[in-house]
């Protein structure tokens, strides 16, 4: 795997790829690596000839008051099992080599209504930062794919918008959330949780498939989010949100069948987010 921190490197070596005729799969990420990246490099290598994966801590998504400074840098590690994992590339660029003339009076892309609410009500301006950092890295891979984690419902839902509006040539591929065997969705952020609290943090997702239980019994959904909430504030969480959408983010209706079950909570100092999916009655 070779290692690149320039783009006139970068765009030399996708060149080749180019030339060969290969197909190029991206997977963006911000370092700190565990399992559930890896998984989404085992999804690009089996949509694409080569892998080309990015490790950028982006201060554009990161807000007042959030954890930027202290977001693990670990890129000798991330390095090793990107390697180990079938990586061809990474692209592991400063900040001034993404942002030459500085963050103030950037251009930046803004997705709008899929974005709003949910984790973009409560941290304004994140997803306008994910959606520039990744249109910056579509514009310089050029990728045919990209791959993206599905436990950042939010976040792949607003790249499809991307994609889907500015006619960017890229498919992209949600690959399944990637779960501890207690059913804890795999984050970089859980490295901050305490002893205690890692013994907690598996109740989010107990709580979620227990209301999937319960709407796809035909419960009533205020009741049951409501009944959510509690439990959850019981357990030692600090909601977020915890919402019933369709698919596709719009709020669900008479009609909605697909629907998504949505939560962030903080536990200690720590967000978590996590997600299920559920089929409503008719």
Not at 151 to 169: C, E, G, M, S, T
Not at 262 to 277: E, Q, S, V
């Amino acid at each position: 795997m070779r290692t690149l921190q320039d783009i006139p490197e970068l765009r030399e070596a996708l060149g080749e790829f180019r030339q060969r005729g290969q197909r190029i799969g991206l997977v963006p990420t911000m370092g700190n690596l565990h399992e559930g990246h890896l998984a989404l490099v085992a999804a690009a290598r089996r949509h694409a000839d080569v892998v080309v994966a990015t490790v950028f801590v982006n201060p554009l998504q990161f807000g007042a008051g959030e954890d930027l400074d202290a977001y693990p840098r670990t890129l000798l590690d991330d390095q090793a099992k990107l390697e180990s994992a079938g990586c061809d590339l990474l692209f592991a660029p400063s900040d001034a080599t993404l942002y030459p003339n500085g963050l103030q009076d950037l251009a930046q892309v803004r997705v709008p209504v899929v974005s709003e609410g949910l984790c973009g009500g409560s941290r304004p301006g994140h997803f306008d930062g994910v959606a520039t950092v990744v249109s910056i890295l579509f514009n310089l891979v050029q990728p045919d794919v990209a791959c993206f984690g599905e436990k950042d419902y939010q976040q792949l839902a607003v790249i499809r918008k991307l994609v889907a509006d500015l006619h960017f040539p890229i498919e992209i591929v949600g690959v399944p959330i990637v779960r501890a065997d207690d059913g804890l969705a795999l984050s970089s952020r859980n490295g901050y949780l305490d002893e205690a609290e890692r013994a907690t943090a598996p109740e989010l997702q107990r709580t979620l498939a227990m209301l999937r239980e319960k709407l796809e019994a035909g419960e009533p959904v205020e009741a049951t989010l409501a009944t959510g909430l509690n439990r959850l504030q019981e357990c030692g969480f600090v909601p977020d949100y915890l919402e019933l959408r369709a698919v596709g983010l719009e709020p669900v209706t008479a009609e909605t069948r697909e629907a998504v079950l949505l939560a962030a909570a903080r536990l200690g100092t720590t967000r978590l987010i996590d997600n299920l999916t559920l089929t409503l009655p008719r």
